[in-house]
């Protein structure tokens, strides 16, 4: 793409969080009624809110995962709630629309493995997000 992010065979968006607020999060998620204004389960995806509101926070539901866990979507709550996995709490997401595509899970779980950057061109290091954590909160 122009912006020099790759969009891996058939993806149908880069994997970037700007990406995934645009076609995921603002049209699917932060909805006024479920993690918009409502913010339900203490979540607002909102433009602007998002990030913080996922990456290295704890879920509600499950207090030992993170939301999203950078560099290991396997073991990220907002994964397991898009893929509906098998020690799910709670009801698959999103609830209006219906689940999203394997295509569109996967775009995401990319985002999460390349360290779930808040902004493209910025690649993390594992041992290094911690600093980068701090450096931007």
């Given at each position: ?127 290094s997000w911690g600093q980068v954590k701090s450096h931007y909160r």
């Open positions: 793409t122009s912006d020099g992010v790759l969009i891996a065979g058939g993806a149908p968006f880069p994997a970037t969080f700007e990406a995934i607020q645009a076609n995921v999060l603002t049209p699917s998620c932060a909805l006024s009624f479920c993690h918009g204004a409502a913010m339900s389960a203490n979540m607002d995806l909102r433009e602007g809110a998002a990030y913080r509101n996922i990456v290295g926070v704890s879920s509600v539901e499950v207090p030992t995962l993170h939301r999203i866990e950078p560099f290991d979507p396997d073991h990220s709550c907002l994964i397991c709630k898009l893929e509906a996995c098998p020690e799910i709490v709670g009801q698959q997401m999103p609830l209006i629309g219906g689940p999203l595509g394997p295509e569109v899970i996967a775009v995401i779980r990319e985002w999460v493995l390349l360290g779930a950057p808040e902004f493209p061109g910025i690649a993390v290091e594992p041992t």
